[in-house]
């Protein structure tokens, strides 16, 4: 992440490192992964957090 700007969504060294237990399935280097884990979480947050304020 250090060669672009932070965006609002992006998920703190804290944040990920709660979660990443729990998505990580496979070694991070496994030849099925397109895509890095943690940009996917970042970009799914938001629309997570407003399912769940919507559900309250």
Do not use: N
């Not at 060669?3 to 399935?25: G, H, M, N, Q």
């Not at 970042?42 to 769940?52: E, G, R």
């Amino acid at each position: 992440m250090a060669d672009r700007k932070p965006y609002p969504t992006d998920v703190s060294d804290e944040e990920w490192a709660f979660v990443a237990p729990c998505l990580i399935l496979f070694p991070l280097d496994a030849g099925q992964r397109r895509h890095d884990l943690r940009e996917l979480f970042k970009q799914i947050t938001p629309t997570m957090i407003d399912v769940l304020k919507r559900l309250a």
